[in-house]
């Protein structure tokens, strides 16, 4: 099984229907992370969350919201799908005190 | 925030070739990683690098920590190579990874 696990793989959603991805990982990190990538770009942070109470807003968090259910699992919300929410969607985890990242393979998204 | 430019933003190569790509950074860090993205999306960690030099197989990186800079450098390249690159790093007074946009590697068989 891999160590992050993404769900689902793909969606296609209508604008403005909420939708859920979803993050759980087997690593034992604290630190988890959801990133979004749009064509031709590098990943962009969208939340973080260092344990169960600690999330915290990354640089694109307008239009998203995360809850973090336990430390192994952390999911991201689109409140009211829109098009230009169509995106590769990647969770990551880290251990505080070492500074490797593990992505999972990825979730993608598509907002007709 | 801490600024990552990947360069070239495009290459491409006949299989066999050798290549640099190079990772600038504007700040110290205490982790750099360079991942592929293989063409069905996954991002594989290659090198977590934050000074020094690693190598493995054909790919090896060198991160001269003080000039703020980072290289990869892929050898006898295959078409397996092909995809993209990012450097991401983790500057020194903070504690998120912070992408560059890439280097996207073509290579020809």
């Known amino acids: 099984d891999a160590d992050v696990t993404q769900t689902p793989r793909n969606r296609i959603t209508k604008t403005g229907k909420r939708i859920m991805l979803e993050c759980s990982q087997t690593?034992?990190?604290?630190?988890m992370y959801w990133y979004r990538q749009d064509p031709g770009l590098g990943l962009r942070l969208i939340y973080y969350?260092?344990?169960?109470?600690?999330?915290n807003k990354g640089e694109i968090s307008d239009g998203y919201s995360v809850s973090r259910q336990a430390q192994a699992k952390f999911s991201l919300s689109l409140e009211s799908a829109i098009p230009n929410q169509t995106a590769l969607y990647f969770c990551?985890?880290?251990?505080?005190?070492?500074?490797?990242?593990?992505f999972g393979s990825g979730t993608r998204l598509t907002v007709v | 925030g801490i600024q990552v430019e990947q360069s070239p933003p495009d290459l491409i190569l006949q299989e066999g070739a050798n290549s640099t790509l190079r990772c600038n950074f504007s700040d110290s860090v205490n982790n750099l990683q360079w991942f592929h993205q293989n063409p069905w999306g996954q991002l594989i960690n290659l090198f977590y690098?934050?000074?020094g030099t690693k190598q493995n197989g054909r790919l090896s990186a060198t991160t001269v920590a003080t000039e703020r800079y980072s290289l990869l450098y892929i050898s006898s390249s295959q078409t397996t190579d092909s995809g993209v690159y990012f450097c991401?790093?983790?500057?020194?007074?903070?504690?998120?990874?912070?992408f560059g946009e890439g280097t996207q590697l073509t290579v020809n068989p």
């Open positions: 990551a985890t880290s251990e505080a005190g070492t500074y490797g990242y593990t």
């Open positions: 969350s260092f344990d169960v109470k600690d999330i």
């Open positions: 991401a790093v983790v500057e020194t007074s903070g504690s998120r990874l912070t």
């Open positions: 690098i934050p000074s």
């Open positions: 690593k034992g990190h604290d630190r």
